[in-house]
């Protein structure tokens, strides 16, 4: 494998096949799922138990804070930012129907 020059950035890390989600009200129930998986729906798919109702992001009861891994998650969406304050955000609450992992995280509610 070729060495980068001094003058180049390294190459991106791999993107992982499977993330971990744990859920700590759960026992810290630790799950595994494909990478890019929509929170909400691991939790649905796998019992973690994140509240919800609508599932689109309209009732904001998927209110969720991200404790750990906060960055193996993506960008906040506009209907986030209806329902959650700059101070929740900055928290680490994120809407799980809204949220996406790229990364090892733990959710609590």
């Known amino acids: 494998m070729r060495q980068p020059l001094a003058d180049e950035a390294p190459p991106p890390a791999p993107t992982p096949a499977r ?10 129930r630790r799950v595994s799922a494909a990478h890019n998986s929509n929170l909400l729906r ?19 009861t998927c209110k969720c804070r991200i404790v750990l891994g906060i960055e193996n998650t993506d960008a ?6 209806k329902h959650l304050s700059d101070e929740q955000l900055a928290q680490g609450f994120r ?3 809204q949220t996406f992992v790229l990364g090892d995280i733990a959710v609590t509610w």
Not at 21 to 28: S, W, Y
Not at 49 to 58: E, H, L, R, Y
């Open 19 to 28: 993330v971990h989600v744990t859920f700590v009200p759960q026992n810290e």
């Open 42 to 60: 691991v939790s649905l798919r796998e019992q973690g138990g994140i509240p919800f109702k609508c599932g689109g992001g309209v009732c904001g």
């Open 76 to 81: 906040v969406k506009a209907k986030e930012r």
């Open 95 to 97: 809407m799980a129907c």
